[in-house]
């Protein structure tokens, strides 16, 4: 069957469609962070050791359901959706900079008293996990970076071609542009899972299906629009300095894995020298795979990551 087809027939009745899933499925609580709201995922299992799940930027933290089912019987999952993100609440000025990021990430662990922790995190999530494992190195125990570490040197290099008030006049502008820009609707749930699997090839119609439902909320007129907050789009603009952030990179203590994807646009930190300032860090290259490499070859992900937990 079509995969729009099957979103069609079983739209009206979402639950049905993620059958497989939503019946392992977990439940859903709140935090308080810089007076936001954010929400986050807890599989249950409160006696085991606690494993953070942390997704990248514009995705959500049922995008790790595939995983936490896996492993649910072992740890204490948590998976929490980033400001701006999921059901967690937007930031009213619509700013996302990395420190407002790394304090959520060290609220959460503080008021849920989950330190020390595992972390599994994904590109925005593991460039957060990272720095947040460089500040309180005492507070994790293991950490899996899966294409986390940001823009590479050559691209860095590229951004600062460009003055520093060129640079901050963009950041303007485009700030603008995104208050003026409505979120886009799509009329129908397949409108949206098409749109998801035209971004996203390496993705599994049942991974597209599962993101989208999670991914999207209905509006007042019946349409569906991504949950993301569209100030998401802007460039972190006032990000830390690259010299302060392999800082504390050299400050991370734990064992960390950095996983990259072959076919991905992130560069690989063994090929562009930014291992060294890692300690204890091995890096894994995922053949066939893009950014999403945890979707792309799951097997082969879960494998690597038993292992190393």
Known sequence: ??????????????????????????????????????????????????????????????????????????????????????????????????????????????????????????????????????????????????????????????RLKTDFATRERQWIEAKRAAAARQPKRYATLEEAFARMISENSFLSEEQARHLTIHGTHRNEDGSYSWKFDNYLHLPWAHDTAPEQVAELWERISCPTLLMYGAKSWASNPVEDGRIQHFTNARVVTFEDAGHWLHHDQFDRFMAELRAFL
């Open 1 to 158: 069957m079509p995969a729009i087809l099957a979103l069609r027939q079983t739209s009206c009745h979402e639950a049905r469609m993620t059958d497989a899933i939503d019946h392992w499925g977990p439940t859903s609580h709140s935090f308080i962070s810089q007076r936001l709201r954010l929400h986050y995922c807890d599989w249950g299992n409160a006696d085991a050791p606690p494993l953070l799940l942390l997704h990248g930027g514009r995705d959500h933290a049922r995008s790790w359901d595939w995983v936490a089912r896996e492993l649910k019987g072992d740890w204490h999952i948590i998976a929490p959706d980033w400001r701006g993100h999921g059901d967690s609440a937007w930031a009213p000025d619509g700013d996302y900079n990395t420190h407002a990021y790394v304090y959520d990430l060290a609220q959460l662990i503080h008021q849920l008293k989950l330190a020390p922790v595992t972390i599994v995190a994904h590109s925005m999530g593991g460039n957060i996990a990272l720095r947040y494992a460089g500040l309180y190195p005492e507070n994790v125990k293991k950490l899996v970076a899966i294409e986390g570490l940001g823009p590479s040197p050559r691209m860095l290099a590229e």
